[in-house]
């Protein structure tokens, strides 16, 4: 087997001796590129973003930003990573190098601020930069200025510039001086790449295969095999692998809690995982997507799932979580849960001897627990079809984005002639599991869709699951947020849907 090794800005670099547990932050800094930084180490900051090139949705490779401080180095064997220091391009021997054009807007605006959190901005910047949809109507290299000499910011609302720039391409990236608005201003006013740009060239061609991974030192393994079979079989050999995909959970614990594992497994790139099919019966998510990968090619086709991302953490992180791993954790507050639930979706698991499928309504078994086995693992989700056509996400959290649920409800209703037909309603943050609101449910099906129904149904749901008091809200605070969504939800459909 080949050993592992990374292209970084445009050069091989070997992986060995680093141990398997570190993270591409770690491994990067330790070879000189100190733009690369740690504050946070939890994948909520985003100082330590890279751009990776992954297979891409509109073109044969996308440049995806992810945040280096979660994955480990050796998921990275055999692929292709830029920092901050390779978006320059250098020039000639004793001239100092041309700036890349997101670099060039973020200084000439005040955006590097004190400069620490910059070069995370400018990789989570430049992978929006290079998004192939994003700016169609913007002349390539054309600048967002008004003739008068002021920015103008002409779009259709306060999170999208001119230029076609998706202000949620930062909402990973934290900047410690709160210098916010030179931040959008340069992110406002990039043109579009230019003819001879080697990263838009770079997107012609296809990403790097995938390659099968087998780093071992001081008694620890990161392995990566070629095909499911072959992983089914290494996990029946070695159950107490942790399987990771995205690492956004996994690698909180190894630099938070300094968990430590004999062998880890990734199979982010598996293709049987990475498949998203749409059948006459139902939807088919791989459960190796990224969040990311499956909001663009579902592009609003299951519209309770859109309205769940730009809900779910950030940018940064939706391009490495994937629906797998969020399933795969239990997590009781994990936001795609709810959502899954409501649609009635079940997971496809499979193991050494096949696959089965099981209900997400009968997943969950207990806290961080489910009717897994070890050495099984989850192959896809599947979302039963037709799609109910009353949806909405509801999190209540202390921040808009990038924040952890303190309560989540998902709905799926079908109303016809003012008549609720069926309610499907997930929660999260209320039990030890996520759960389905089946006395809510009840409450609603048969009957109108009026203030009458709803406030009576509200009362039943203020009183679903067993919800506890911690940090993030307490126990009545939960309850309540309960009856409230649910009323929430009527004033949204009201005017849709008449009572």
């Known amino acids: 087997m080949v050993a592992a090794r990374i292209t970084v800005n445009g050069k091989e670099a ?56 979660l994955v480990p180095a050796a998921a990275l064997d055999g692929q292709e990573v830029v920092t901050s220091e390779g978006l320059a391009t250098a020039g000639a021997p004793g001239t100092p190098a041309t700036l890349h054009p997101v670099q060039q807007e ?9 400069g620490y959190c910059t070069p995370g901005f400018v990789c989570s910047m430049a992978a929006e930069y290079y998004r192939p949809d994003r700016c169609a109507h913007t002349e390539s290299g054309g600048s967002t200025d008004s003739a008068d000499g002021t920015d103008s910011y002409d779009s259709t609302d306060a999170e999208h510039g001119p230029n076609g720039f998706d ?17 959008r201003d340069a992110a406002y006013a990039v043109g579009t ?44 050999e070695r159950p107490d692998a942790v399987v990771v995909a ?16 004999d062998c880890v497994v990734g199979i982010d790139r598996l293709p049987e995982l990475r498949e998203l099919r749409v059948e006459s019966g139902h939807i088919e998510i791989g459960a190796a997507l990224t969040l990311t990968e499956i909001e663009r090619r579902l ?3 299951v519209p309770l799932l859109a309205e769940l991302f730009p809900q779910f953490a950030s940018r940064l992180i939706r391009n490495g979580a994937t629906l797998g791993g969020n399933l795969g954790t239990g997590s009781p507050i994990g936001d795609s849960p709810p959502a899954l639930l409501a649609l009635e979706a079940s997971v496809v698991l499979a193991d050494a001897d096949g696959e089965r499928e099981v209900p997400l309504a009968d997943y969950f078994t207990g806290y961080r627990q489910s009717v897994r086995r070890p050495g099984e ?14 949806v909405a996400f509801h999190k209540i959290a202390k ?24 309610a499907r309603i997930g929660l999260g943050g209320v039990a030890a599991t996520p759960i389905r609101s089946r006395a809510t449910e009840a409450a609603l099906e048969g009957k109108p869709w009026s203030t009458q129904t709803v406030e009576g149904a509200a009362r039943e749901m203020r009183g679903e699951g067993t919800p506890m008091s911690d940090h993030r809200a307490s126990s009545l605070y939960r309850s309540a947020m309960l009856g409230q969504s649910l009323l929430k939800l009527y004033a949204q459909t009201t005017e849709a849907v008449p009572s």
């Open 14 to 69: 070997p992986l060995t001796p680093a141990p398997p547990h570190t993270t591409a932050l770690d491994f990067l800094r330790e070879r000189g590129l100190t733009g690369t930084k740690e504050g946070c180490a939890e994948g909520e900051c985003g100082a330590c973003s890279v751009l990776v090139a992954r297979p891409g949705v509109d073109k044969p490779t996308d440049w995806v930003a992810v945040n280096a401080c």
């Open 106 to 114: 973020m200084a000439v605006r005040g955006g590097s601020q004190c």
């Open 167 to 183: 202000l949620h391409a930062l909402s990973g990236n934290l900047c410690r001086c709160t210098g916010y608005r030179p931040i």
């Open 193 to 236: 790449p230019t003819d001879d740009d080697p990263l838009a060239r770079r997107r012609e061609q296809s990403p790097p295969a995938p390659v099968a991974t087998e780093y071992i030192q001081d008694d620890s393994a990161y392995l990566r095999r070629s095909t499911l079979a072959e992983t089914l079989r290494l996990l029946r």
């Open 246 to 261: 995205g690492s956004t959970d996994w690698g909180v614990e190894v630099n938070i809690r300094s968990r430590r594992a």
């Open 299 to 301: 592009d609003g086709g």
């Open 377 to 390: 693992l989850i192959r896809s989700v599947r979302i039963p079809l037709p799609l109910s056509p009353v």
């Open 399 to 422: 921040r808009r984005f990038d924040d952890i649920s303190s309560v989540a409800v998902a709905y799926a209703l079908d109303i016809e002639d003012g008549i609720v037909r069926k």
